[in-house]
């Protein structure tokens, strides 16, 4: 079986200008009617469509850290408060190693479990490993929109939600590409949801926000740990630098219970696991520590590596376009606790981050929506003033939608999301894929029966366990290894690459496998000997 990556992107490339497409019209649509819900789907629509572009453009497993997840969930179907990576495993392994160990608790769990529901309903596969990112990506135009209709009108919070739509770093992540993917699409999607919440209890007084604020900063730690209490900063800033609110016992009412819901909701999974893996999890909260004080796994950077990723984050020259607009949103007539809402959380994560010693790229991700929010503001503000011009009604409704839209094509690079012109990432990918379909294949070589597959690719034991029901391994196995294995009844499969010991070349109850993922010109279907 074959599959080329050229076409196969060029058959679904409809979808990705499919959603550029919706984009566009709900902007135009909105600026024409001023009417926000029709407007308000069609870029969700948008962003939907080319969520499912870039799902579908990657039809393989990426390496960091999308296939360790991917594994993860799959076996939640069958334990989901047992998180594991092996199941079973016969030969030893090192807890430490969240790569290779058995219980896996490196990271929280809820982003793992709305994939396996999506694995449930929709089957293990590629798809519906992403679909929950796809969703979340999608769905978060409408709390973007709400908190920008609330802080400056409806206006803004279209332009937020169309910018939000064109952000490649949170498309990658959505594909598996980047490194944290689904993992940091959930955290970010919640810890927005707790913020929008907030912006809604104070500008209803309703109860019950107080309850979600709680609930979704809980549901944020959950998937990346006490980050998750942002909206607190906001919160409290709020109370402390606004007199009304100080003298208020209710402020601090309020902000005490929203905590203790968000208590609720997360603490109870971190004393289960200190329950019931003391091992794994004591190991993994003093680790998670140490990310602060030590350049984790070789992630370090100076004090200025996040402001140096912005144009990694958002875009070319992204920089430029934010201190105009953080300029002119400042000088607003913004309600002046909108401003520190918006602003302080962004300055507290890249502030956080850059102190803390261990750095990557995605960490300041969550806050992307935000500094949407205050582009968008920034840029009504701007149009406000046409509109005391004399310039045609239809021209001044024509530089919103040509503005708006070429930053949000600007910053989508939808020649990059679709490896138009990328020649070395088309041969990775197209590599990555042949060996998959190997993968996927193992299973019509043998009956059914336990099998371990040894001497994959890199850390393709993962992409071996997600696409079969078998146990895999990097490398090939010691003499030792393969005694205890037979005693088990386990068959050993391995993956040959012309250099292979003795020991297992000799061992004619050792099956060997000839392939393209060793053999660079090896021709037609994989073959077993012994």
Known sequence: MSFNLSEHIQSIIFLLYSGIGLVFLGLSYFQFTNKSRLSLLLIAMGSLSIGFFVCLS???????????????????????????????????????????????????????????LSFKLFGTNIFSLRLPSILMTSLLVFPVYRIGKLVSGKQAGIFAAALLAGSNFIFQMVSGRMHTDHNDIAFLFYVTLSIWAWFEKEDSEKKYWILLIGLFSGMAILNKWLVGLLVYSIWGLNILLFKENRKKI???????????????????????????????????????????????????????????????????????????????????????????????????????????????????????????????????????????????????????????????????????????????????????????????????????????????????????????????RSGVPSQKNIKVLKENNIEIVVFDNNKLPDYIIKDTTIAKIRSQVWQKNFKGEMEVYY
């Not at 390496?63 to 030893?92: R, S």
């Not at 790569?99 to 479990?113: A, C, D, E, M, R």
């Open 250 to 472: 209710s402020s601090y009412l309020e902000m005490i219970v929203a905590l203790f819901i968000s208590i609720v909701v997360a603490l109870p999974w971190q004393l289960y696991i200190l329950n019931k893996f003391p091992l794994e999890s004591n190991f993994e909260f003093e680790y998670n520590s140490l990310h602060f004080f030590e350049a984790l796994e070789g992630h370090a950077g100076d004090y200025f590596y996040h402001l140096n990723k912005f144009e990694t984050l958002f875009g070319t020259d992204f920089q430029y376009v934010l201190l105009v607009s953080f300029v002119i949103f400042v000088l607003s007539k913004i309600k002046l606790k909108d401003k520190i809402a918006l602003i302080s959380p962004i300055v507290i994560v890249y502030l956080f981050y850059s102190l803390a010693a261990t750095k990557m790229p995605a960490f300041p991700i969550i806050v992307a929506p935000i500094i949407y929010l205050i582009i968008a503001v920034s840029l009504s503000y701007i149009l406000q003033f046409l509109k005391k011009t004399h310039f045609n009604e239809i021209a001044k409704k024509a530089i919103g939608i040509i503005i708006v839209f070429f930053l949000f094509f600007h910053f989508l690079n939808h020649d990059f999301l679709s490896l138009k012109n990328n020649t070395d990432n088309l041969k990775r990918y197209q590599k990555a894929i042949n060996f998959t379909l190997d993968y996927k294949n193992l299973p019509t070589l043998f009956e059914e029966k336990e099998i371990i597959v040894y001497n994959s690719r890199n850390y393709d034991k993962l992409k071996i366990m997600f696409h079969t029901d078998y146990r895999a």
């Open 58 to 116: 990657d039809p393989f497993l990426h390496m960091w850290d999308e296939q360790v997840h991917a594994v993860i969930a799959k076996n939640m179907l069958t334990n989901p408060f047992k998180p594991m990576l092996m199941p079973d495993p016969i030969l030893p392994y090192d807890y430490k190693n969240w790569t290779g160990n058995h219980i896996w608790v490196h990271k929280q769990p809820l982003f793992l479990w709305q994939i396996a």
